[in-house]
DNA sequence: AGTAATTGTTGTTCGGAAGAACGAAAGGCG
DNA sequence: CGCCTTTCGTTCTTCCGAACAACAATTACT
């Protein structure tokens, strides 16, 4: 879960905060939990779980609860442990092509509140759409308890962000190069508290691993089809991220070498054929409407001849990406979830007929277990992760009665 | 460095395991090393660090040494930790495709003896290649002192293997199918020990992290021309092993899907551009000497027009990975080595045009630091690991006055 | 009702990291 | 050369927190 900073010893205090990190998860991960399930998983003593509970109960984070269900056997039930009201909770961000979504999203991903506005994709300059966004921001504040402390802010853009500082260096649906976009939220809430961005389909990977298809599965790829193509890629239960962030850019595999030019400057890129410009051109979609493919592909009850090609073109590049990380799982995100509803059967075929037999026989493709929401969720769970790293700082840094400091 | 069992809490013990472990591996790493610089990378208490070395000594690890040289400023010099003579060991194992080596390797990734010998690679049977193997290990273990304990066996093997098990599922140069190697030679030599398996290019990427071309970074990937074309991915610090271990199998990216018929079943693999056969094919080398292609390629003094296409071909294949992966790093091994040096400019001029600027501008190509023993070293990398995941057990398990029971 | 099984609670033990005090070994300076 | 400063090893003590033990609480089963 947790991936230590190398070469580092473990002290007292790395103990206490570790092991309030993992139960925080654990209770975040499954909302109500007995402590008894908690001590088996933990490894740890039934007393220092208790220890544990009870400062996360003085921390206002979990409340005591009734003994959770189902239960076999004799024995006295254990009591839950469970989200508190007025616990911590991230404001996540979803900043789409055409619109942006906003929520505030509790421990547990739990969906508060959400609002979603219209943004000026083309054209819009940055601090416009910050503006917008920060608006769409105190409105799921105003609905916050003053008591509950705000953690943090999880944004996601497609594009490019670099990992270091969050700058988004490219985003081509947006057109926008090198924006610092944290600094512009912030400043246009007049807040200062920690602010994460990732890209969207690295978020949906995430979110699909944490709560969705991908439950359990600690080698997944959820691949994003949002008119360009992207990927995320989930190794060993943790983002596979690469030196700047910019890892699982996977739109722009060479596919076709005698193929149409891609805005990358390169011929025959995958996401010329699998992109959402080149589906809307096979199916005769005008190109206002490109930015809502999926609900186009949803209106289909009968696949064209040409989406089944596309559906095979998909599969083949699936094989690309399957030979290349050896997934368990590949969640088609975006538009690709209508896609793969209408030719499903060609993208399984364009798959088996060209990825290696090993890792082939071990790896499913799945529509997302969390619909349209994987992104912002994703984009809580990276504001929630400090939380989990050390839940006394988190806590501590966290700003409380929100409300009226965005007032002031 | 260490990536924990997910979810667990830590205990006492594990505390203690896991600092015992982290110095050993700063030990390891560095050969010799003053406690004052374990204290100040570990971030523990002085006269912690004392306990644990003193614990290491007592297990026969690291003696007292004199203080390493080069000192600033006034203070006492702080005493060295270094290897003990007589420590653990490993067999390092390299199955190659016309040749297996074989080597004693120490701690600090000293290679202490090293065999080779050639096998027969197109229809060799795996139990010949086991017996041959296993005479070489007899070989190299013969010279080890008696008292020095070997902790385990890691081989590496051109092909694919399950991580659950070890079983070779496919070596296509050696024309095997699902071959149970470690039972073999372990039956062969009538031990008990672990004996850890893995691909070569995997392994190659290990051992340039360790202590090669990539050391202290954390995303790169080894590229291995080898026959065939793989690769091994450090992302993070850590493998990318993939849902059953088959992860890095670049060879068969879809490179030009008008091209020539790969092995695979599929058409303009990038094998078949880029791979020993398509090479040999182009600078007319002779089919018997395609294992030898490295050297082949270092008696050219001057690149011909078509290794100048084969350099592009490999640019451009890269650029996808550094679009896929973004890393720091590509180390080209085996003959890519060769390769390079002789057509670096169209290798790096190919990726150039290419890759997407994000990832590109942070990305360098470069040579083994290891040489040829790249693979050799990261056999003996995981052959080590459990030692530093829990010395006092590995130790426990591990196997001293080998030379009798070989005997007997 | 009685017993077995499981868990919460409380007080104690114990392992090991941290800290303080002191001596040892160097450099720098007069 | 002696003294001071700096840094480190050594030893002893402290302290944190996980483990443990004992007992009470609460359920299922007979």
Partial sequence: ??????????????????????????????????????TSMMGLNRSTIAG??????????????????????????????????????VIAVDLGVDRAAVARV?????????????????????????ASVAALIRGVVEGAPAAAPLVGIGVSVPGLVRRSDGLIRLAPNLEWHDVSFGSIVLAALGLDIPVSIANDADLGALAEHQRGAGVGIDDLIYVSGNVGVGAGVITGGHRLQGAGGYAGELGHLRFNPQGRPCHCGNLGCWETEVGAHAIAEAIHCP????????????????????????????????????????????????????????????????????????????????LPGLGEDSVLLGAAEIAFEPLFVDPVAALGNALVDVRSRLAG
């Fill in 1 to 38: 879960m947790s991936r230590q900073r190398a070469g580092l010893g473990t002290n007292q205090e790395a103990v206490r905060r570790h092991n309030l990190g993992t139960l925080l998860r654990h209770v975040h991960r499954a909302g109500h939990i007995s402590r008894a399930e908690l």
């Fill in 287 to 366: 190109a206002d409407k490109v930015a809502q493919l999926g609900e186009v592909l949803g209106g289909f009850d009968k696949p064209t001849r040409e989406l089944r090609a596309t559906g095979t073109a998909l599969g083949h590049g699936l094989a690309s990406i399957v030979n290349a990380f050896n997934p368990r799982l590949v969640v088609l995100g975006g538009y690709f979830r209508s896609l793969f509803m209408l030719v499903g059967a060609e993208v399984n075929a364009g798959l088996a007929d060209r990825a290696l037999p090993a890792p082939l026989e071990s790896v499913t493709l799945a």
């Fill in 52 to 89: 544990l509970v009870a400062e996360l109960e003085s921390l206002g984070v979990t409340e005591r609860a009734l003994p959770v269900g189902a239960r076999q056997g004799a024995g006295r039930p254990s009591a839950g442990v469970a989200l508190a009201d007025n616990g911590p909770y």
């Fill in 106 to 130: 509790g421990l547990g991903g739990v969906v508060q509140q959400r609002t979603e506005a219209p943004i000026d994709g083309g054209g819009g300059e940055a601090w416009q759409v910050g």
